[in-house]
Nanobody
């Protein structure tokens, strides 16, 4: 069992930056692939990005490539989502998630067994 908790959400103007953090506890954090998803009102939960347990590989949704960066600190049990050049369409509840298994290039929410409670990100125009 892994417990996850996000922090760092808030209100920011378009073009600004935010860094989300996800604290993991329970089973060894370093053995999991970590991901970020987001869900806007009336929309399905969508993949934002993921990072390999070793930190050696990352994958991003096309909509955030070049603007968002995922990193992790396995010693501290955290992983992060650095969001730059934010746009109003980035407004959503952001969730961190943990997955076991093999690394892949495409991710679905069903691939992730553990989820945080979410943190709201609002980007004003």
């Amino acid at each position: 069992q892994v417990q996850l908790e996000e922090s760092g959400g808030g209100l920011v103007q378009a073009g600004g930056s935010l860094r989300l953090s996800c604290a993991g506890s329970g089973r060894p954090f370093s053995s999991y692939i970590m991901g970020w998803f987001r869900q806007a009102p009336g929309k399905e939960r969508e993949f934002v990005g993921a990072i390999h347990w070793s930190g050696s590989s990352t994958e991003y949704a096309d909509s955030v490539k070049g603007r968002f960066t995922i990193s992790r600190d396995n010693v501290k049990g955290f992983h992060y989502l650095q969001m730059n050049s934010l746009k109003p369409e980035d407004t959503a509840v952001y969730y961190c998630a943990a997955a076991g298994g093999r690394w892949r290039q495409k991710w679905d929410p069903r691939d992730f067994a553990y989820w945080g409670q979410g943190t709201q990100v609002t980007v004003s125009s």
